[in-house]
């Protein structure tokens, strides 16, 4: 099972994924948040959907072999159709049902978005975790973008995207449900340990650490949190997650300080205090090169298309 979330992670492209994953094992879970919001579980990112009476609003569509799953639990809850679909960030394991989806629901993603998924590129941390996305087909480019924020307007619903530049990647979107009082937060929470910080798409540490407390800063105590990956969680688990990012960064930019290489830092164990952290995906040597690579100003280079 670790080695499964591991590799939904890795943000490779939905139809190499296909090659290598039995999708037809993939049970879609399906969970009431509060309100008029759910959570839909199964390979991939976590699926948040507004619905009511006007349609489905939906949050990010896993892997393309998926979606007449996820079709099918959406029908187990109501007979309304998905009316849009909106994108966290491009990682294929949150946009890879896009153009079976789009065929009907419109996609919404901030602008960065479209881009990358229509140029494809090397991502990764700079250092030893590291992928290639192929461009995404025309269909499932998003056809409404955004450079800041946009709301959809559904469920009596005021669904609210907005950008959290520079953080998982250069094109995040944080997702408000005000009315049912829950945020979705894509990859930049996640509850698997150490999140994966794309340097190479844009993202940083630092602007993860910015982009999450301004959140926090606009939501109530009560709040339901929607993880890119896990379990439903709090805002307090929240306040903890950013608490080891800027504790991990302090460490490491304090041994930069010092004149410390990567090797040293690794063989003093400077980050052994948050080992319960490391995972099969981001381990503490990974999490530790993301930090090394950001904070010693290492360039991603040029964002290199495919032919």
Not at 19 to 41: A, C, P
Not at 179 to 207: E, I, Q, R
Request: aromatic share 6%.
């Amino acid at each position: 099972m670790r080695r499964l979330l591991a590799l939904a992670c890795l943000c490779l492209a939905a139809s190499a994924l296909a090659q290598d994953r039995n999708f037809d094992k993939v049970q879609i879970k399906v969970s009431r948040v509060s309100g008029s919001v759910y959570m839909l579980e199964g390979a991939g990112g976590n699926i948040g959907a507004s619905i009511g009476d006007d349609g489905i609003v939906l949050v990010d569509d896993q892997y393309a072999p998926l979606v007449e799953k996820i079709k099918a639990a959406l029908a187990g809850i109501t007979g309304k159709p998905v009316r849009f679909v909106i994108n966290t960030h491009y990682h294929g394991d949150h946009t890879g049902g896009n153009a079976l989806l789009q065929e009907t629901s419109p996609v919404i993603a901030q602008d960065n978005v479209r881009k990358r998924l229509a140029t494809g590129g090397t991502g990764g941390n700079l250092g030893s975790l590291h992928f290639e996305e192929p461009p995404a087909p025309a269909g499932a480019l998003p056809v409404i973008t955004f450079e800041h924020d946009v709301t959809v307007h559904l469920n009596g619903e005021d669904v609210r995207a907005l950008h959290v530049p520079s953080g998982h990647t250069d094109g995040d979107a944080v997702i408000f449900f005000p009315k049912s009082n829950v945020v979705h937060m894509g990859d930049d929470f996640v509850t698997y340990g150490f999140p994966f910080v794309d340097l190479a798409a844009g993202g940083s540490v630092k602007g993860m650490i910015e982009g999450v407390e301004a959140v926090v800063a606009r939501l109530p105590p009560d709040v339901k949190v929607i993880p890119g990956h896990g379990p439903v969680a709090s805002l307090d688990d929240v306040r903890r997650y950013v608490a080891m990012l800027k504790d991990t960064r302090a460490a490491v930019e304090k041994a930069l300080a010092k004149g410390q290489t990567l090797e040293q830092m690794r063989a003093a164990g400077i980050l052994d205090g948050w080992k319960s952290q490391s995972g099969d995906f981001v381990s503490t040597e990974k999490w530790l090169e993301t930090l090394v690579n950001e904070l010693t100003g290492r360039a991603p280079g040029p964002f290199v298309p495919h032919n």
